[in-house]
């Protein structure tokens, strides 16, 4: 089985500071592990994968995430927040003997709060 | 490319009643994924489709059915709703094969159940 969990439930970050948004999962495979935004009352977007090759990965809109083994975390940065980031984002792992990685395990997700 | 469409967007129901959702997949995808996510959580997996068939499922009960059609569209089915089936009901579309394992999201529908 595998599972995520997503510490923080809320963020809050000045515009231009540091996002930091702490993923870290449970898997019993080597997984697929990926980040997802999610705008007010609209579907996910991808921001970034991570599918074994480099461990750091760079994704749209400025956001890149370190993969780390040995700590299991997946976690997901920007060096300067804007006002758009404002969104909910959630970090989601599959198992990779599974064709296409479609069946996602989502943590609660985190939802981050711009301050001007 | 139109991406993942859903409908309908919203629809209210009543308590005991039946509800038939709709997706279409992304051009060239043929895996179709239903999830739920209710008001404050992450999405959950309720189950994938491929090949018309059931592939994969997740921790629902029967209640919850689907249906994929040969041009890779795929129905979400709920029988005799509850109060906690208010949720906004996402679809994911993908290729089984290939390198990539992205899952495209539509933007979902919203279901109401009163």
């Known amino acids: 089985a595998q599972s995520v969990t997503q510490l923080g439930s809320h963020v809050s970050v000045s515009e231009g500071a540091l996002v930091l948004l702490r993923c870290n999962y449970s898997?019993?495979?080597?997984?697929?592990l990926f980040w997802y935004v999610q705008y007010p009352n609209q579907g996910l977007q991808l921001l970034l994968k991570?599918?074994?090759?480099?461990?750091l990965v760079k994704g749209i809109n400025g956001f890149e995430a370190e993969f780390k083994k040995s700590e299991t975390s997946f976690h997901l940065t920007k060096p300067s927040a804007h006002m758009s980031d404002a969104a909910e984002y959630f970090c989601?792992?599959?198992?990779?003997?599974?064709?296409?990685?479609?069946?996602?395990?989502f943590g609660g997700g985190t939802r981050v709060l711009v301050k001007p | 490319d139109a991406g993942v469409t859903q409908s309908p967007t919203h629809l209210i129901k009543t308590r005991g009643q039946q509800v038939t959702l709709r997706c279409s997949p992304k051009?060239?995808?043929?895996?179709v994924s239903w999830y739920q996510q209710a008001l404050g959580q992450g999405p959950q997996f309720i189950f994938q489709?491929?090949?018309?068939?059931?592939?994969q499922r997740g921790n629902f009960p029967d209640r919850f059915s689907g249906h994929q059609f040969p041009n890779y569209s795929s129905e979400l089915n709920v029988n005799a709703l509850w109060l906690g089936d208010s949720a906004l009901y996402l679809c994911?579309?993908?290729?089984?094969?290939?390198?990539?394992?992205?899952?495209?999201f539509g933007q979902g529908t919203r279901l109401t159940v009163v």
């Open positions: 989601a792992v599959s198992d990779q003997r599974e064709a296409a990685g479609n069946k996602l395990t």
């Open positions: 489709y491929y090949e018309e068939e059931e592939r």
């Open positions: 898997s019993s495979v080597p997984p697929y």
């Open positions: 051009s060239g995808h043929d895996t």
């Open positions: 994911a579309s993908s290729k089984l094969t290939g390198a990539s394992t992205e899952a495209f």
């Open positions: 991570y599918t074994s090759a480099a461990t």
